[in-house]
């Protein structure tokens, strides 16, 4: 139980990897705040999370949105005293519904994917710092992604987007240091769930087995062990980093 007491924020996470990371930090003790706009299956995981003993709230969350990102903090802390992690883990992956060359994106798709997956974590941050400074600490986890380090074609505004994580969370790694909060990033590779399944005929997905050092498809489970150590006391002196964790198909 190495997180028992804190509260942690997982945005995103009423389905996909982002339930994997809230199943995983309800069975370290922590306080889960599941934030997603999916009323359904959040307020059901939460639910399913009490009923194992847990400490779990949803709250219904547009990471796009300064006032609802602000009502989800005040939730929170209401409820649990304060806030000490957060996991901003909402992007827009399963949603963009297919590949497509770089000239056919539209304005809108492009704003709409920026506005969430780089926005949506300024929003998060902004909302939870004011309680992390009054905890004396807290720690930020931004999931971010390979493509931004393999340029992967066909979604260039999500490559972009994952390439503005890293660098997003550099900046606030530096402006909140002095009050103890870290900021790192994790960069999952093409993890074989849904919606990847969704983005990637095969025989995409076998390719990316073949290329790792680890030859074995990923699940979200392997992503559970990076997030909690960026979430416990063992990584207190680790910030502004991006940890790599693709099975070795990455080596910068
Ligand atoms: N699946 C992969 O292979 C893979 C690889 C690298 C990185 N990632 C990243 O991991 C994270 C989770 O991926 P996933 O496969 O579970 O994706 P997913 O698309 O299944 O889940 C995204 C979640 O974000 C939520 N969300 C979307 N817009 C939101 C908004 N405006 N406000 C609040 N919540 C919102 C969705 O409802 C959903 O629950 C994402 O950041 C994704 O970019 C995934």
């Known amino acids: 139980m190495t997180l028992a007491g804190r509260t942690a924020i997982i945005t995103g996470g009423a389905r996909g990897i982002g339930a994997v990371y809230a199943r995983a930090f309800a069975a370290e003790g922590a306080n889960v705040v599941i934030a997603d706009l999916l009323d359904e299956p959040g307020a059901a995981l939460a639910h399913d999370l009490q009923g ?11 990471v796009t949105s300064d006032a609802s990102t602000e009502q989800l903090a ?23 519904g297919q590949k497509k060359p770089f000239e056919t994106l539209t304005t809108e798709e492009w704003d709409r994917v920026l506005a969430v997956n780089v926005r949506g974590v300024w929003h998060c941050t902004k909302a939870v710092v004011p ?16 493509v931004a380090f393999s340029g992967t074609p066909g979604f260039a505004h999500y490559v972009a987007s994952k390439a503005a994580v890293i660098g ?13 909060i870290t900021v790192n990033a ?7 769930n849904e919606a990847s399944r969704q983005l990637n005929a095969e ?7 073949g290329a790792r050092a680890l030859k074995r498809p990923m699940e979200p489970d392997d992503l559970v062990g990076t ?5 416990s006391p063992a990584s207190d002196f680790v910030t502004g980093q991006t940890i790599v964790v693709d099975g070795g198909a990455i080596m910068d």
Do not use: C, W
């Open 52 to 62: 194992a003993g847990a400490s779990a709230l949803f709250v219904h969350t547009d």
């Open 74 to 96: 005040a939730r929170a802390a209401a409820t649990f005293g304060g806030i000490d992690i957060l996991v901003n883990n909402a992007a827009l992956y399963m949603a963009l």
């Open 131 to 146: 309680y992390m400074k009054q905890r004396g600490g807290g720690k930020i986890i931004n999931i971010a992604s390979v």
């Open 168 to 180: 997003l969370t550099r900046a606030l790694a530096r402006e909140l240091g002095d009050h103890r």
């Open 186 to 192: 994790v960069a999952p590779g093409l993890v074989a």
């Open 203 to 209: 025989p995409y997905l076998a390719q990316a087995v």
């Open 227 to 231: 997030v909690l150590y960026l979430a």
